[in-house]
């Protein structure tokens, strides 16, 4: 069960925003979407060999309440999440239950 107590931790939720320099190069930048508050669990962790080395994948659910504009467009893949140093890639997002109350994304944690 899901309760506001739970959202404890402060975020920003950034999408991605293309822009040209001034030698016109195209440039990728992160623009706000939202600060909010949110719970983060871990759901899971794999290691993949990549390159000769182990490079481990970090899962999380992050929940914060439901806002209209926090529901992932198609391209909210591209979407990350900041909390503190540590940065989350969004891989989903949807609307729990229907009930406009919260919106869970399914994210992977980067290293920085």
Not at 9 to 16: A, D, E, G, W
Not at 27 to 45: K, M, S
Not at 62 to 82: C, E, K, S
């Amino acid at each position: 069960m899901i309760t506001a107590g739970k959202l404890n931790r402060r975020i920003v939720i950034q999408s991605p925003v293309n822009s040209v320099d001034e030698y016109g190069q195209k440039t990728q930048g992160w623009e706000q979407v939202a600060e909010v508050f949110a719970e983060i669990r871990p759901i899971g962790a794999k290691e993949k060999l990549r390159a000769m080395e182990y490079d481990a994948i970090l899962t999380h659910q992050v929940t914060v309440r439901y806002q209209p504009h926090l529901l992932p467009t198609v391209g909210a893949d591209a979407w990350r999440i900041l909390y503190g140093n540590r940065t989350f890639i969004v891989n989903s997002g949807e609307e729990w239950m229907d009930a406009r109350q919260w919106i869970i994304f399914e994210a992977r944690e980067i290293g920085n």
